[in-house]
């Protein structure tokens, strides 16, 4: 099994940055396709920005050359950089690891971590 872990939330002024990350645990035996989603209150979850075992990146419209998503696989660990922060950033965000192969909604769920833009 593997579990999640998401750290680098927190309140930031419009116009800032914050760097996420979410390290993997647990029996994992080859490079999985990981991603960032983020959920607003009322809203649905939606992809941020995703990254395959090869390294190939993708991302949203709305944060396409804000956000940089990045991994470090000796580490486990994704990171997602965000500058140029804006209100519609806030949300929780989560980090997901498409363990199976099967597709990231069939994937394990880190427990969110919250960003919060605000004057």
């Known amino acids: 099994q593997v579990q999640l872990v998401e750290s680098g939330g927190g309140l930031v002024q419009p116009g800032g940055s914050l760097r996420l990350s979410c390290t993997a645990s647990?029996?994992?035996?080859?490079?999985?396709?990981m991603g960032w989603y983020r959920q607003a209150p009322g809203k649905a979850r939606e992809l941020v920005a995703g990254?395959?075992?090869?390294?190939?990146?993708n991302y949203a419209d709305s944060v396409k050359g804000r956000f940089t998503i990045s991994r470090d696989n000796g580490k486990n660990t994704v990171y997602l950089q965000m500058n140029s922060l804006k209100p519609e950033d806030t949300a929780v965000y989560y980090c997901?690891?498409?363990?199976?192969?099967?597709?990231?909604?069939?994937?394990?769920w880190g427990p969110g971590t919250q960003v919060t833009v605000s004057s």
């Open positions: 997901n690891i498409d363990y199976s192969g099967l597709g990231p909604m069939y994937g394990i």
């Open positions: 647990g029996s994992i035996f080859s490079i999985k396709p």
């Open positions: 990254i395959t075992s090869h390294g190939t990146t």
